[in-house]
């Protein structure tokens, strides 16, 4: 069953292997200005959530908006990213109006030395443009076998014209769990999952009152706590008006990491032997369709649709960068 998404895989188009995928992304970034180094960097961010199909947040959120705003000054190519607070297991970076991939890249870095000195780190970051998807930053620590938490909001003020389930916006949240022979678990969501207006307020209210202080998690840790009201830009057009607060946590401080991978598995083994949702074809928890998505497309290619292809090939075409993408049209599907 195909779900009015915009994170599911394409149902038409080709298959195209990482590594050529990613070699493009690195040469259009390039192109508008990041060194060989930051853009290596962000293209594998991208292009690995094109692989677990989180496609929002992938190479087409780089061709909607952040090659827009290099080429056009409203993001900092080469932020000198700083710290600047460290105390004990705790951090603070500016991120000196970059794209948010390469405060937070250092800052998750940090957070992980912390966590294995002090068992637990805790960065917030400010002075930056998004930082993509909240799961990068949780999955870097679910790599070293840690906790991670993401989360991470824009500025802005609350409209008093609003009702209040506009309080929080899209501020997004993640919380990655490593287990053993079973995926891991990874919750990657935007804080705003009430659709619309109040009109359901009556029929589902513990729902909108849920989702209201899950999303005001985000604004709180990832904006105010990170400071992103103190970092309004005097001098500059980059558009650095993100935050986020990152946080890991040392499994081993708490119990055998051994022991608690096995009663992951377990956990997370009995619940996929549940039923589905209705017209689902099997049970996961957060993070297990893109587990198994990314391990099938290792295999078979990432699937980039038509409209996917075009955006990246248009901005190929006007920066001078080759598109690959045509060699694989006998992967279309």
Known sequence: MALNTRNYPPEHGVRVPAAVHEAFVVGVLGAVGLAPDSAALVAGILVACDQRCVFSHGSKRMASEYLKKLQSGRINPHPVVSVE????????????????????????????????????????????????????????ALAEGFVGLAVSTHRFRANPDNTVNRAVGSSPLSIAIPAGEQPP?????????????????????????KALG?????????????????AEPQASNWDANQGSFLSVWDVSRFMDPEDFAAEMDRHMGDV?????????????????????????????????SDEHRDALEQWGEKLGVESPYREYEETRF
């Open 185 to 209: 678990f990874v919750l990657d969501m935007g804080g705003s999952f009430m659709a619309g207006g109040t009109d359901l307020l009556e029929q589902f209210p513990n729902a909108f009152f």
């Open 272 to 304: 996929r032997a549940m039923k589905p949702f209705p017209g689902m074809e099997r049970a996961e928890l957060p993070g297990g369709m893109e587990y198994a998505w990314e391990q099938e497309n290792a295999e078979q290619g990432i699937p980039i």
């Open 214 to 230: 899950v999303g005001s998690i985000s604004v709180i840790l990832g904006g105010v706590l990170a400071g992103i009201w103190r």
């Open 85 to 140: 607070r460290q105390d004990g297991a705790t951090a603070v970076i500016d991120g000196d109006g970059g794209l948010g991939f390469f405060a937070c890249h250092r800052g998750m870095s940090i957070g992980i030395d912390c966590a294995r000195k002090f068992g637990v780190g805790a960065v917030t970051t400010y002075n930056h443009h998004h930082f993509g998807a909240a799961g990068n930053w949780t999955r870097m």
